[in-house]
């Protein structure tokens, strides 16, 4: 496995690759949400490039950019067990130049971005589609792979695949949880004891509502009720219903229904995300 962590590097590299290239596009401080769609990537490809890049520009300038985890030599080992040709970790002047205020960015349309995730971390998804684009760019995978854990950021990639003419392949990859149903994310690190026990009702929240929704509740109202009531001790940013294939909000439940939770703990101020599919679970 090659760790490689500049831009020209990665063209060479690339380059000299024989078969079809895999792309897994991650922040790090992987865990094993991440090295499902790892482990799919090496099932799928002859090549895997996992990128390792906390990338400034999705952040909002309140957020956690600084005191993000950064566990570089722990995810190069789990790359290598799994598999990985190429990590690439770069800095960020390799990807950005010094000029960051300068950069051209890809921004998605106002009625993907308007909603959820996007109306609370304004310009997070132009961050996501720029730094997303080049490494398509760099990588020349005919195929890469996000978690339906980031629901919105799925839908975004897909649109921007389909509106730009991407020539790659999107694979959705299905939520990995803990025993207990907790979404795994790198920011559960951030977690104590008492704010993971609290966590843990926004995936109750979700797969209680997809019971409700299986014993024939169609109403919003019923669910968000239940949902809040579970979620107390937590700040909730939102609880929305939308179609899976359009993102558009919903107010009669059916089986294309995503039903979407965003929520900050009271100490440490993590903002959790997690999401369900009423009908499958996909
Ligand atoms: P991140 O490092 O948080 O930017 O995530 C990198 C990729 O891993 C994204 O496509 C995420 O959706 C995906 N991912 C993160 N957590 C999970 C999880 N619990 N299950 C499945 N995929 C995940």
């Known amino acids: 496995m090659k760790i490689i962590d500049n831009i020209n590097d990665l063209k060479n590299e690339v380059k000299s690759l024989i078969g079809p290239i895999g792309l897994v596009p991650t922040m790090g401080a992987l865990h094993d949400g991440h090295k499902s769609l790892i482990d799919r990537a090496v ?76 109306k609370s971390r304004v310009g997070h998804f132009d961050g996501v589609c720029s730094v997303v684009a080049k490494l398509f760019n760099l ?45 795994l994310s790198s920011r559960n ?43 107390q001790g937590l700040e909730v940013e939102y609880i929305e219903f939308v179609d899976k294939n359009t993102f558009e909000f919903q107010q009669n439940l059916n089986d294309n229904t995503i039903m979407l939770i965003a929520a900050k703990t009271p100490i440490s101020n993590t903002r959790l995300i997690d999401n369900i599919n009423l009908c499958t679970n996909f």
């Open 189 to 231: 690190r951030y977690l104590n004891e008492e704010e993971r026990k609290l966590a843990l009702n926004i995936s109750k929240s979700l797969f209680e509502a997809k019971k409700m929704y299986e014993m024939g509740i169609k109403e919003t109202n019923k669910i968000i009720d239940n949902s809040l009531n579970l979620m």
């Open 43 to 118: 099932k799928e490809n002859d090549n895997v490039i996992v990128s390792i890049f906390v990338n400034p520009i999705q952040f909002g300038a309140n957020e956690d950019l600084d005191k993000y985890p950064r566990t570089l030599e722990q995810d190069v080992k789990l790359c290598q067990n799994a598999g990985v040709k190429i990590v690439f970790a770069p800095k960020v002047d390799e990807m950005y130049g010094t000029d960051k205020n300068n950069l051209t960015l890809i921004c998605p349309p106002y009625s993907a971005v308007d909603k959820l995730c996007g």
């Open 139 to 183: 990588s020349k995978a005919q195929k890469a792979y996000f978690g339906q854990k980031d629901a919105q950021q799925l839908f975004i990639i897909q649109k921007m695949v389909k509106d730009l003419d991407f020539d790659i392949e999107i694979v959705p990859c299905p939520i990995v949880r803990e025993a207990d149903n907790l979404a």
